[in-house]
C-alpha cells in the first residue's frame, strides 16, 4: 500500500491527533482512495491517491503523520506499507523517512455517519469568517452556536452573549 498525502490530506489528521473524549479514534484511515480521520464529533475525508486504488486500508497513528509534518515542513508525504504492522512515512523528497506502527483495530464504516434525510437548505460561509468567530469567543465559551434560515441569509452566531452574522457566500454547487 502506498498513499500520497497533500496539504490538505495532513490536516485531516488534526481530527483525529487530539481527541480525549475517543482515544481509539487517535488514527488516520488511509486506502481505497482516500483518507479520513474522527474524533466523535468531527469527521473529515478526503481523496488521495493510493495503491492499489481499493482493497488494501491501513490505520496511521494521526500524531506521527502531523509530527513528520512538522519536523520536515515537508509538502507531502508518502506512507508506505508492506506489513500489517509497521508503515514508513517519507517527505516528497524521500530524504526525510519515519518508522511508524499501524493501529490494530477496525475504523467504523464512516458511509454511515452522513446523513440519509433529504437537506434543507444549502448554505456557503467563508473558513476565514468561520475561524474569526472563533477568535471572539471568550476562553471559557467553547460552543457556537449558528442559525441558518435560508441559503440566501446571513447565518446568525451566538458565543456566549456575543451574538452576530455571518453573510453567506454565492458558490457554484457543481464545482
Given amino acids: 500500500m502506498k498513499a500520497i498525502l497533500d496539504q490538505e490530506a495532513v490536516r485531516i489528521a488534526y481530527c483525529a491527533a487530539k481527541s480525549e473524549a475517543r482515544p481509539v479514534l487517535q488514527c488516520v484511515r488511509i486506502g481505497e482512495g482516500e483518507i479520513a480521520a474522527a474524533d466523535g464529533f468531527i469527521l473529515a475525508r478526503k481523496p488521495i491517491p493510493t495503491e492499489p486504488e481499493s482493497g488494501e486500508v491501513i490505520l496511521v497513528k494521526a500524531e506521527d503523520i502531523l509530527k513528520a509534518k512538522r519536523e520536515w515542513k515537508a509538502k507531502s508525504l508518502a506512507i508506505e506499507s508492506d506489513s500489517i504492522d509497521r508503515a514508513v512515512i517519507k ?4 530524504s526525510c523517512t519515519m518508522e511508524t506502527e499501524l493501529v490494530q483495530g477496525n ?3 464512516i458511509d454511515k455517519f452522513f446523513p440519509a434525510t433529504d437537506e434543507k437548505a444549502r448554505i456557503a460561509l467563508a473558513k ?4 474569526l468567530i472563533s477568535k471572539i469567543a471568550a476562553a471559557d465559551e467553547n460552543i457556537v452556536k449558528l442559525k441558518i434560515r435560508e441559503a440566501a441569509e446571513p447565518v446568525e452566531f451566538t458565543i456566549g452573549k456575543t451574538r452576530g452574522l455571518v ?3 454565492f458558490v457554484s454547487w457543481e464545482e
Fill in 91 to 94: 517527505d516528497e523528497t524521500g
Fill in 107 to 109: 475504523f467504523p464504516d
Fill in 128 to 131: 476565514d469568517y468561520l475561524a
Fill in 167 to 169: 453573510m453567506p457566500m
